[in-house]
């Protein structure tokens, strides 16, 4: 499935040509609470654009990510791949090397498939998948480059960050150059800057997009006047923070979408997160039991639109993973379709079917594996009796059914040893502290979201 923290399809071209391939803008939010948005029901925070877009679009109301932390989630994300299958299962960096670390150079990207039949490609924001320069996005499909490679920094410019991994990085076929950090004022914006100008540069023809926002991963910065936007009532300090972050995040995506519409032709805009709410940003999952790096569905379940110009407004229940959304694009764009994990979400999407997709869903982060068939959600984790859930009668996941289920349990757990059958070994870990961790997360006695927020 896929990881991943928000994200936005949307296609535009300068010149009406009713054949041409929609172009793909991916809008990935960064470690953001799935009830955080107005659309998802959110309580104080203000996002206006995404909730215009969720009206004219489909929401999807059970979107998952493949991974509930970053780096391996945009690693599913942007190969339509399980990332176990190449090694990319743990965080980045890791115990991995410089040299090593990052999204196996063997394996194409949708940039790559999407280049192949055309498209100009360019990715805004984070990157997270490799620190050496043999990872950069422009060896792996994309033309153009503007952001950082690590996976977070300082949303205000900071002489600390000059020739380090967060440093604002622009390259592309005419060279390769750094923002001075005394020109950056808020990432955030500059991030929707950078895409405005892609797509107004690259308007006659087919392109995909991946604006990757860091909002509202920490630190915790926002702009004053956005913070001054934040309703009463809003709290604590961290939270209000999280909430001026968010409003930024919102404007940042209604310029882009923006553009898109200007250009006047057949659009899809799809908007995700990377992975659930962090313990440490303020964010909040609303009914969602965990957060980010559990596998309960606060950790890996995210918010999620579709949106076609031409397309059909309401929302799509049956779960959903980014996966799938990889394979319908690269559908509707023409490109090679070879070893995707998805299936084509178009029935789905354009007919409002009432079935759901064939297929499992599959997680796996070291110690910690997890299944979902139907309403069934099995979580195996390591030294412990499995976890057995009914999603319907339980989305919260408070009742334990394996004691009562022990055939589907068995079942359930033998289906998932054949997914692993296909995998490969971690090609990296993030050592013992965060294994530990990770099992602490999947423990029944942590109840409640001041529980959850004590395990980073």
């Not at 309960?296 to 379940?301: D, N, P, Q, T």
Request: hydrophobic share 35%; proline share 6%; charged share 30%.
């Amino acid at each position: 499935m896929l990881a991943i923290p928000v994200l936005a399809i949307v296609a535009v071209a300068g010149e009406a040509d009713d054949d041409a391939p929609p172009s793909i803008v991916i809008l990935l939010a960064d470690d953001a609470g799935w009830a955080d948005f107005g659309f998802q029901g959110g309580d104080g925070f203000e996002t206006p654009a995404l909730d215009r877009l969720a009206s004219e679009g489909l929401v999807l109301e059970a979107c998952y990510v493949t991974a509930s932390v970053c780096s391996p989630s945009r690693a599913g994300l942007l190969t339509g791949r399980h990332q176990q299958r190449f090694g990319h299962e743990y965080n980045l960096p890791g115990t991995a090397p410089r040299s090593t670390g990052g999204l196996p150079l063997e394996e194409r990207t949708i940039a790559d498939r999407l280049q192949a039949v055309g498209y100009v490609t360019g990715l805004m924001g984070k990157w997270h998948l490799g620190l050496d320069d043999v990872f950069l996005p422009t060896h792996r499909g994309f033309d153009e480059f503007r952001g950082l490679r690590a996976g977070s920094r300082s949303y205000f410019g900071s002489d600390k960050l000059e020739g380090s991994d967060r440093a604002w990085e622009r390259i592309d076929a005419d060279g390769h150059r750094t923002t001075p950090e005394s020109e950056i004022t808020y990432v955030t914006d500059l991030i929707a800057d950078e895409s405005v100008d892609f797509i107004r540069r690259h308007a006659g023809r087919p392109f995909l997009l991946v604006a990757s926002f860091t909002a509202p991963h920490t630190p915790m910065h926002a702009l004053p006047e956005d913070l001054e936007a934040v309703p009463d009532g809003v709290g604590p300090d961290r939270r209000r923070t999280c909430a001026a972050m968010t409003i930024a995040l919102d404007r940042a995506c209604g310029r882009i979408v923006e553009a898109l519409d200007a250009g006047g032709r057949d659009s899809i805009v799809i908007f995700l997160g990377d992975n659930g709410g962090a313990t440490n940003n303020g964010s909040d999952n609303g009914p969602l039991r965990g957060m980010k790096g559990s596998h309960f569905e606060g950790g890996i379940r995210v918010p999620g639109i579709w949106r076609s110009r031409d397309g059909r407004s309401g929302r799509i229940p049956q779960p959903v993973s980014v996966l799938d959304i990889d394979a319908t694009i690269l559908e509707i764009a023409g490109a090679d379709l070879e070893g995707l994990d998805g299936v084509d979400l178009r029935p789905w999407i354009s007919e409002d079917r009432t079935d759901r997709p064939r297929r499992l869903l599959h997680w796996r982060r070291g110690p910690v594996a997890t299944i979902r068939d139907g309403d069934l959600k099995a979580i195996r984790v390591e030294g412990r009796q499995t976890l057995l859930f009914d999603l319907e009668q339980d989305p919260g996941e408070t009742r334990d059914l394996s004691g009562e289920r022990p055939g589907r349990v068995v079942s359930l757990l033998a289906r998932l040893a054949a997914w692993e059958r296909e995998l490969s070994d971690p090609e990296w870990t993030t050592g013992q502290r965060w294994r530990n961790n990770l099992l602490r997360k999947h423990d029944q006695s942590v109840i409640g979201r001041e529980a959850e927020r004590r395990l980073p």
